[in-house]
């Protein structure tokens, strides 16, 4: 787990009572993964830096755009190194999504809220080169936490994702943002950094409390 800073105290937000505690569930390229309920409070938020799972993300894509401009086809080859990195990141990525599952127990019934698709997902095959690495992480984290919040029966809904995730969770002003970190410009407002993934996995939380 990484050394983000965590969402500040916000008793105030929205978070109608209901039969769930939504907690929200981001995934990305600088955070891999981050959690937080509607109502951050000290100890409730979650993340996971996950650098070297990154770095043979990057890697299998550097790799790949090499193979692609050899002068003969290298289709059995991408395969080949695919396979290889997919078989140790993928266990790695499903080991965090058990560590998530195992954070939001916490809650009382906790429901994961994470981001609807836009478009038709690219299949992670697709999204293996450069051109794609953006949505090759996110896209594999966000299928593990699914799949081990089935297994453990505990709900996943997905909405809109919030047209400005980098506006701060307690006083809505557009934050800087500078290695995984969201600084708040307002003097006023209790947060001054806040990891970037957690206080988008904030936004997602109160909007999985609306929709």
């Given at each position: ?12 937000s ?8 939504n ?12 959690a937080?309920p ?8 979650f993340?996971?830096?996950a650098?070297?799972v ?6 299998l894509?550097?790799t790949?755009?090499a ?13 080949q190194?695919?396979?290889a990195?997919?078989?140790q990141i993928?266990p790695?990525l499903y080991?965090?999504a058990?560590a998530l599952?195992?954070?939001?127990r916490q809650?009382?019934a906790?429901?994961?809220?994470l981001?609807r698709?836009?478009?038709q997902?690219?299949t992670?095959?697709?999204?293996r ?9 996110p ?5 593990a936490?699914?799949?081990r ?12 994702a919030?047209?400005?995730?980098d506006d701060?969770?307690r006083c809505?002003a557009t ?10 410009p307002d ?16 936004h997602l939380?109160?909007r999985g409390?609306?929709e």
């Amino acid at each position: 787990m990484s050394g983000v800073s965590e969402p500040t105290d916000d008793p105030a937000s929205d978070d109608p009572p209901g039969d769930h505690t939504n907690v929200g569930v981001y995934t990305g390229t600088d955070t891999l993964l981050a959690a937080a309920p509607a109502r951050p409070t000290l100890g409730t938020g979650f993340a996971v830096d996950a650098g070297h799972v990154r770095e043979r993300a990057a890697s299998l894509a550097t790799t790949t755009d090499a193979l692609q401009f050899t002068p003969f086809d290298s289709s059995g080859g991408e395969a080949q190194v695919f396979a290889a990195v997919w078989h140790q990141i993928r266990p790695q990525l499903y080991d965090e999504a058990d560590a998530l599952l195992d954070h939001v127990r916490q809650f009382d019934a906790p429901r994961l809220v994470l981001a609807r698709r836009r478009t038709q997902p690219a299949t992670l095959w697709e999204s293996r080169t450069n051109d794609g690495n953006g949505a090759w992480l996110p896209t594999a984290t966000r299928q593990a936490v699914t799949d081990r919040a089935c297994e453990a029966e505990v709900p996943v809904v997905r909405v809109t994702a919030p047209g400005r995730r980098d506006d701060c969770h307690r006083c809505g002003a557009t934050g800087t943002v500078a290695d995984g970190q969201l600084a708040c410009p307002d003097g006023s407002c209790p947060v001054d950094e806040v990891g970037r993934g957690q206080n988008a996995a904030v936004h997602l939380a109160r909007r999985g409390a609306r929709e």
